[in-house]
């Protein structure tokens, strides 16, 4: 068998109760590789992810076509890419097919695609997934445009931008999906950079808790295209933390209700309590 | 020995399911279990073979004609019989819906007609390429401006190339059997296709027929994804890193063969689906005296208006022999050329404006000339006999010749 | 319109091969195999593609993640009894781990993979491969990209209804017929008319092969 292999079962993070971005480095990824380009704030952004998924060895992810869709074949979590976007209505019928499948176990379904994806092509399937309160997390990939196909503009891009397909500049505002989510029926909206990798993994870690029982979830992270707006391979983090600064568009940014928020702190009451065993916590 | 089961399934022969139906084998249910006649529209019998079907998940959309069989189905569900049921937000999302149940190992259905088929298009060679093993109903209707909902094949002129297995439904009954058979055929290991199930809207959805279904107290067994060529998507199953399916962008000879080879893949799918398809639907085509000169071929409801122009020649004393077409892919090639080897003309009447069945028989048979493609009706118009009779006679004057003893 | 029958023969056959069933080649039944596309008898198949193991410079079995993994009872006899079959001929393994291009590249001498562009089985110098425990989606692939660049002849030992892009093809593979393949490759190399070939590089079939990978 080839080394990674190897490594994946002797050295994986499957199973461990405790995963997260501090495994990576010590354990085996379940990232392989990338053939992003260095420096991709989105390659980040991947490792911190599959890191901090609190339980793996049962998650399915539902990708769509972009950036993304060159990272997920090296993923050692069953990953489907079918069209461009109509990630959440896959991942709507994937749910339920694993539900009606394993009606007594956990498997989670997290989405994971670009802000075309999520906001043009597949605005309606985003939406409708949340109306209908399915039970999985959407991540979108931020990065202000469409970049595997050269940086053009799109719905999330900010006003003003010269790009690709608005050359006198985008003419509206970028669309402030997360109010958009909260608005439809989202229990946890989270906007942030991966500037900050503890603060990822808490985030994902609670959107995808949250899914599996509350409601849809949904975390936009900033990835700048650094080569789509003329930054250097190390300026990604620079350019993240440059867009966090209060005003600034990624601005940590949260919405939660408050059954969300009374799960989570009934979560964290039973994690505190030695009594129960680690392993129900996430069941 | 065609269309075997998993070892899996055949542990659940004769094992009730939740609903209290029994599990059988599919042969046991298609020919010889005891059969009641029943009276019913085409949407009603869609009902009666999803509740025998086993399914796991259905998505539903409206769209005349096919909105009374998607909301009856969901009676089902509410009764228990299927799993999981949900209305999608457009055809395109649904057929995207289809696909994630059939990725995550769910035996799934879903319905679509006319703009709904072309709204999803972009989803059936996904579908084939991945190979998902769907059961789509398609309940054909006029897909042109100005807007019309009424009966007219076209949509299927575009679902051929998708690399889909088609069937063209004539009746009701062979709605219910070939829905019951469908499955077990697309879900071989060797064809693991999906199915699109066709007929004409509102002639089989909306009109009544008597129709012989099995005892509702027995099902199909379930599916078994894990005999599915390419990977069940639910972290049971190796390989572990895993897409489905992934990207092969390299620019060079290998990857454009990589995808070629996949293509070429899906389109031998088909291919092996003819000797499990042959023996359940009991042949691609059917025929009836096929040793006339003159010979009608036709799909869907133009094979009944087909065998009532026969009975009017009949009566003016002219023979006439029919080919019904049931698989349209695979496409019947070898059948055909038997079946028409002694036919002089070949006439192919069909409920859309171009004629794509008579575009495929030239393609398929030898002297082509002997193909006559129509008479065409469009956009809802029905076609009697009388027209199949009178056009011929006016386009060839073939009726006369042979009525007047001449051969 | 009649042709003469299509025969699944050692390639390079062409710039773009053609599916042996759209050739018309149909897959054996239950207790059958076939031989470049004749049905044969189960057993008759076993003794040729003993032989043909045998006879090989560079005999190669594909082992893939169906038996790779130890994720239920019957892939672990599996991987055992393939472990067995490969000491027997004996033939070097060379698995598919999985079906993923691989970026920047893989090594042909560790790992095959249908979806690589890198598909060279051991840099074409397998002369006889076996595949096992591969989806049957993705063995097909592979099947037609080797029978159309290489002279490799092709073995699926198929857990379904088999594979008719291989030159020889078993169908409904469980551990005791893989073990069963063993036992013919152990009975031919006692009688003296089958003879193992001269081995090719030094490198290949004559050393042993590698442990199958169970979890």
Redesign the interface.
């Known amino acids: ?2 080394p990674e ?2 490594d ?2 002797e050295q994986s993070t499957y199973g461990h109760e405790d995963r997260g971005w501090k495994d990576i480095g010590n354990s085996k990824e379940l990232i ?2 990338h ?1 992003l380009c260095a420096g991709c704030p989105e390659s980040m952004a991947f490792r911190y992810i599959l890191a901090s998924l609190p339980n793996p ?4 992810m ?2 769509s076509t972009g950036c993304t ?2 990272v ?12 461009f976007g ?1 990630q959440n ?14 009606p007594d176990r956990i ?1 989670d379904v997290v989405v994971l695609a670009g802000d075309g994806a999520t906001v043009d092509i597949g605005l ?2 985003t939406l ?1 997934a949340w109306f ?1 309160q399915e039970k999985f997390t959407t991540i979108c990939f931020d990065n202000e445009l469409y970049a595997n196909t050269g940086g053009q503009e799109s719905g999330l891009m900010r006003k003003g931008f010269v790009a690709k397909m608005a050359p006198t500049g985008k003419k509206f505002d970028k669309v402030r999906l997360p109010e958009i989510a909260r608005e439809s029926g989202c229990c946890y909206v989270v906007n942030l950079t991966v500037s900050k990798p503890s603060l990822v993994e808490k985030v994902i870690k609670n959107a995808v808790l949250l899914a599996r029982e509350v409601g849809p979830t949904y975390i936009q992270l900033y990835t700048p295209c650094i080569l789509e707006i003329g930054k250097n391979s190390m300026e990604g983090l620079q350019e993240m933390r440059d867009s966090e600064k209060p005003g600034e568009r990624f601005n940590y940014k949260e919405y939660i209700t408050d059954e969300a928020k009374q799960y989570l702190a009934d979560l964290d009451a039973k994690k505190k309590s030695a009594v129960i065993p680690a392993a129900q916590l996430t069941e | 020995m065609a269309n075997e089961l998993s070892e899996t399934q055949k542990s659940q022969i004769g094992k009730q399911n939740k609903k209290g139906q029994t599990y059988t084998d599919p042969n046991h249910l298609f020919f010889k279990a005891p059969r009641t006649a029943a009276f019913y529209t085409g949407s009603e019998v869609i009902k009666e073979a999803i509740r025998r079907a086993s399914v796991d998940v259905m998505v539903a959309y409206p769209i005349t004609p096919q909105s009374e069989a998607a909301a009856l189905i969901g009676e089902l569900y509410a009764e228990g019989y299927v799993a999981d049921y949900m209305r999608g937000e457009s055809e395109f999302a649904v057929m995207g819906q289809c696909a994630g149940a059939a990725f995550g190992g769910a035996r799934v259905f879903t319905t679509t007609a006319g703009p709904g088929t072309m709204r999803a298009m972009e989803n059936f060679p996904m579908w084939v390429g991945s190979r998902l093993p769907i059961q789509m109903i398609v309940t054909c209707r006029g897909i042109n401006s100005p807007l019309s909902i009424q009966p007219d094949t076209l949509e299927m002129y575009f679902l051929l190339g998708t690399g889909m297995l088609m069937w063209h439904a004539e009746t009701a009954q062979d709605f219910f059997d070939w829905m019951l058979m469908g499955y077990i055929v697309s879900e071989q290991p060797d064809v693991h296709l999906p199915l699109a199930l066709c007929c004409d809207g509102f002639f089989v959805t909306h009109t009544k027929d008597t129709v012989m279904l099995t005892p509702p107290e027995m099902c199909l067994p379930p599916y078994d994804p894990y005999r599915s060529p390419v990977v069940c998507m639910d972290m049971e199953s190796p390989p572990v890193r895993m897409m489905r399916d992934p990207f092969i962008m390299k620019s060079n000879y290998i990857s454009y063969m990589t995808h070629a080879s996949w293509q070429e893949e899906t389109r031998a799918a088909c291919e092996r689906s003819r000797k499990h398809t042959i023996p359940l639907i009991g042949g691609l085509i059917e025929t009836e005296n096929v040793d006339a000169e003159i010979l009608i071929v036709a799909s869907g409801t133009a094979v009944s208006q087909g065998r009532e122009a026969i009975r009017l020649l009949e009566d003016e004393g002219i023979r006439v022999g029919l080919v019904k077409v049931k698989s349209l892919r695979p496409f019947p090639f070898e059948e055909l050329r038997e079946a028409t080897k002694n036919a002089k003309h070949i006439f192919v009447p069909e409920f859309n404006v171009i004629g794509w069945l008579a575009t495929e028989l030239k393609a398929a048979l030898p002297d082509n000339h002997r193909i006559i493609a129509g008479p065409h009706v469009a956009g809802g118009m029905t076609m009697p006999a009388e027209v199949i009779v009178r056009k011929n006679s006016d386009l060839s004057g073939v009726f006369g010749y042979y009525a007047a003893g001449v051969s | 319109m009649q042709k003469e029958k299509y025969r699944v023969v050692a390639g390079p056959e062409a710039y773009f091969v053609p599916s042996a069933a759209r050739m018309g080649i149909v897959l054996p039944e239950p207790g059958e195999a076939h031989i470049e596309g004749t049905i044969v008898p189960e057993e008759e198949a076993m003794e040729f593609a003993a032989r043909k193991l045998i006879e090989a410079k560079n005999p190669t079995i594909h082992p893939g993640p169906l038996v790779l993994w130890n994720w239920n009872e019957k892939a672990a006899k599996k991987a055992k009894a393939i472990k067995i079959l490969a000491d027997a001929i004996p033939a070097r393994m060379i698995p598919m781990a999985d079906y993923r291009p691989k970026y920047p590249k893989i090594n042909p001498e560790v790992e095959i993979n249908p979806n690589h562009p890198n598909l060279t089985i051991w840099h074409n110098k397998e002369d006889v491969c076996l595949f096992v425990g591969v989806h049957c989606h993705m063995a097909n692939l592979s099947l037609k990209i080797i029978r159309g660049g290489t002279s490799c002849f092709t073995i699926a030992m198929c857990a379904q209804a088999g594979h008719e892009d291989a030159m020889l093809s078993f169908r409904d593979a469980t551990a005791e017929k893989i073990l069963r393949l063993a036992e013919w490759v152990s009975k031919l190399k006692a009688a003296p008319s089958v003879r193992p070939a001269e081995k090719g590089t030094g490198d290949g079939a004559g050393r042993k092969s590698e442990k199958v990978f169970v979890k």
């Open positions: 068998m080839p292999y190897r994946l079962v392989e590789a053939s060895e049962d998650t399915v539902v990708g869709s060159l997920f074949p090296m993923v050692a979590v069953h990953n489907i890419h079918s069209l109509n209505a896959v991942a709507s019928g994937l749910k339920r097919a694993l539900t009606v499948r394993f498997k309606d399937m409708q209908r």
